[in-house]
Nanobody, 124 residues
Framework: QVQLVESGGGLVQAGGSLRLSCAAS????????MGWFRQAPGKERLFVAS???????YYADSVKGRFTISRDNSKSTVYLQMNSLKPEDTAVYYC??????????????????WGQGTQVTVSS
């Protein structure tokens, strides 16, 4: 059974930084694309960033240049480094395990497994 456990969320002032981690288990981590999504109250879940098994990355325009996704296959962990945070970044952040392939995966339906989410709150 695939399990994804996020950590690293919290409260930060605008302009600050946070690093989210997502530890995966249950399948060969290195074979699969990984993604981060976020969901604000009353809003739909939105794509943030993805990284495929060849380490190619893709970002939503809203976070490009501020967020960095990375992966450590030896630890079966994916990270999201978030810099220059803005109040509009406030949301529950979810990591997800995606397809066994190369490419850009930015749709919720492309991801099979999801973590429980971690809250990120950015104060102004």
């Amino acid at each position: 059974q695939v399990q994804l456990v996020e950590s690293g969320g919290g409260l930060v002032q605008a302009g600050g930084s946070l690093r989210l981690s997502c530890a995966a288990s249950g399948r060969t981590f290195s074979n699969y694309a990984m993604g981060w999504f976020r969901q604000a109250p009353g809003k739909e879940r939105l794509f943030v960033a993805s990284i495929d098994r060849s380490y190619d990355t893709y970002y939503a325009d809203s976070v490009k240049g501020r967020f960095t996704i990375s992966r450590d296959n030896s630890k079966s962990t994916v990270y999201l480094q978030m810099n220059s945070l803005k109040p509009e970044d406030t949301a529950v952040y979810y990591c997800a395990s995606g397809p066994n392939g190369l490419g850009i995966y930015y749709l919720v339906r492309q991801y099979e497994y999801w973590g429980q989410g971690t809250q990120v709150t950015v104060s102004s």
